[in-house]
């Protein structure tokens, strides 16, 4: 399922200026849980990891028959669905809160963002998807640079060093 999207900033990775494109607004509805039930997540071999470390065993949270690519690259597999009701099985039913809130996987961190990097660059882009109630909701905070470093430093932070690292092993080169 392709959805559409809108470009709202961009991050230079070197010097971790962002230049915002577009306003939006966002605000996570308390006791929502639709991204919870409705999407399906990719999980990361750190997302597994991370998990495993709170005592869950993978067989518990993985669905191995769920694979997910980027045209022809395996990116991992997906977050388990319960049967009775189709949720993520970290959703609690009666709070509609994630169990594991601090150590969710990445693309749940994301979401409704899309961060894509090109070169030097990170486009933070926002899914236009109706499922979500918290875009351009009223009392939304409205996405500035402060809120995307606030909220997404810790990605941003590991695509900095990364960045940093090549470019400064490349500088090494010459």
Known sequence: ???????VATIDLKTL?????SRVKFKCVENCGKCCRELEIPLRDEDIERIEELGYNAWEFVDYEKLFYRGDKFLGYGLKKRPFDDSCVFLDPETKRCRIY???PLACRLYP???????DKMEVHIKLDSLCPGIDHPEGEPVTA????REYGEVIEEYHTKTTKESGTLAERK
């Open 146 to 149: 402060e809120f995307i470093l």
């Open 17 to 21: 200026d962002v230049t915002i494109h």
């Open 1 to 7: 399922m392709n959805l559409e999207t809108r470009l």
């Open 113 to 119: 963002f899309v961060f894509i990097k090109k070169g």
């Open 102 to 104: 601090k150590h969710r």
